[in-house]
Each structure stands twice: as C-alpha cells, then as structure tokens.
C-alpha cells in the first residue's frame, strides 16, 4: 500500500467536492468514486516533458490537490488508494492490459493499474479504477463478478471472462458505446504492490516509443461531456453521444484550451508540440 505520509483526507474530500459521508460503506465508495472522476482531469504532461511524475503522497498533494493539474493512472489510483484506507476501506492494486483499440488481449503490455476495494459486509470486492484515460472508463466502481451488467452515472459496463492459457481467471472490463460492448483492458486479480507501479511508471512516463512522452494527451469528464485533447485532435462526446471534433492550430490555442477546458495549468516551458 502507498505511504499516507503527507496525505490529507480534508483537503482531498474537498478538492473533489464531496461533502457526504466518511463511512466505509457503498455510498461513500461509489460517491467518492465519482466525484473524483468529475473533478481531477487525467495528464500526461510530466511524461510529455521527458519524466516519470512522483507517485508520493506529499507530491501528488501538491501538484492534484492544491494544484490545477492532473495526472494519469498511477497518480489517479494511487490517490484513491490513499483516500479509500483513509475512510477505512481495505484496498489493494491491480494491473491490466489496454485492450481498447489493440489488435488482441496480449498487443500491449500489463501497465494500466486499477484498485480491488472491500467493502465492510459486502461480499464481493469491487473495481475501482478514476485513472482510465477513456470514455469508456468506469465513473462508478463495479462488483468483481461476471455475468452481469452495471449502469452507473450514465455508463454501462461489464466483466467477461476470456479464454487464456495462464492459470489465472481473465477479465476484461467492457464499455458499451451505444453500438455494441467495447474492451477497455483485460486483467486477473492477482495483487500488485507499490514498487511494481514504480516501474510502470518509469516505464510508461520515460520511454521514448510511450505515446504519453510524444504528445499531450488530457481527458476531462464532466456530467455533460467528456472532452479529449490527443496531439492536436480535440473530441467532445455529448451525454446523448453527439461527437464533435475539431483540429488545434497552434500553441497558444493548445495552451488556452488546456487552461480553460480542461482545467490545467500548463508548466511554464514546456512546450506541447515539441
């Protein structure tokens, strides 16, 4: 589990909006859950600028929380992994493939991580995950079981199994875009601990074939929309799924959208068009 060294839960609850409950119960997973995935944009502005970004408590504090900026899905999850044991959850970490948009299962590698969360008297554990930079990722967590669908804030998901050789039951999570069910990314339940997402994170923030040390890439979900910035390409998909795309032509404009759309403040000196 992460160091709660220099977290603060007040400050957190706060930054994200929520003023309901502290107790470890549905509610407040499913409600923190969410406000968190409607208030912290996802970034990769640190990788973009040629390093990992810290995964500390007092460093994600001061860039997520009292800063206007974001992050990705270690930093994401990681906070919440923070916030969830501060209410009295029991939290441990996952890791799974991106299967969006992948040739197969196994294209990409194990790097995406996501939380098991249990729930006192709740028999199931849940998915937890406010770090998918995608529209179809999770805004509420869902029960780790199969065969079933789940609606959440507008969104439906579901876990199907997939057929492996490896001797451990594969999920993948799967979005339905309103044509038909999508893979977001496939994973098993075994656990993964901080220093494994160390490594991902200097893997994916510095390696220079990772498209997030290439060019910007944000991700804004709001109860209305959920607005994406990739390179130069700007998409908005509407709650009624409405798409509108349009091409940034320069700096300035990427920098004024980033600020005013997004809610990012972009570092002084980096430049997000190489």
């Not at 999570?173 to 601990?193: C, I, R």
């Not at 994170?201 to 498209?211: L, Y």
């Not at 944000?218 to 709650?239: F, I, K, M, N, P």
């Not at 798409?243 to 940034?248: D, F, S």
Request: negative net charge; contains cysteine.
């Amino acid at each position: 589990m992460p160091d709660f060294d220099q977290f603060d839960l007040d400050a957190y609850l706060d930054r994200i909006g929520w003023q309901g409950g502290r107790q470890a119960d549905l509610e407040t997973l499913r409600g923190v859950h969410l406000a968190h995935a409607l208030s912290l944009p996802f970034e990769n502005l640190d990788a973009l600028g040629g390093r990992a970004p810290s995964l500390a408590p007092g460093d994600l504090m001061a860039k997520m929380v009292h800063g206007r900026r974001g992050g990705y899905c270690y930093e994401h999850n990681t906070l919440m992994w923070l916030a969830l044991e501060a209410l009295g959850f029991r939290v441990g970490g996952l890791a799974a493939r991106a299967t969006l948009g992948a040739a197969t299962p196994w294209s990409r590698p194990r790097t995406h991580m996501m939380l098991r969360v249990e729930v006192p008297g709740v028999p199931e554990p849940y998915l937890a995950d406010v770090g998918f930079g995608a529209a179809g990722a999770l805004l509420v967590p869902v029960p780790l079981v199969t065969g079933t669908e789940f609606e959440g804030a507008g969104r439906r998901h579901r876990l199907t199994p997939l057929s492996h050789e490896g001797p451990l039951d594969l999920l993948e999570l799967q979005a339905d875009d309103g044509k038909g069910w999508v893979g977001q990314y496939a994973f098993t339940l075994e656990p993964f601990a901080a220093p494994d997402y160390e490594v991902f994170n200097w893997h994916v923030g510095t390696n220079p074939r990772s498209p997030f040390t290439r060019r910007p890439y944000l991700q804004r979900t709001t109860a209305e929309r959920h607005l994406s910035l990739d390179g130069r390409l700007l998409v908005e998909v509407r709650a009624d799924g409405t798409v509108t795309e349009r091409k940034l032509t320069d700096e300035a404009q990427l920098r004024r959208v980033a600020d005013e759309e997004f809610g990012i403040s972009v570092p002084a000196g980096l430049a997000l068009l190489g």
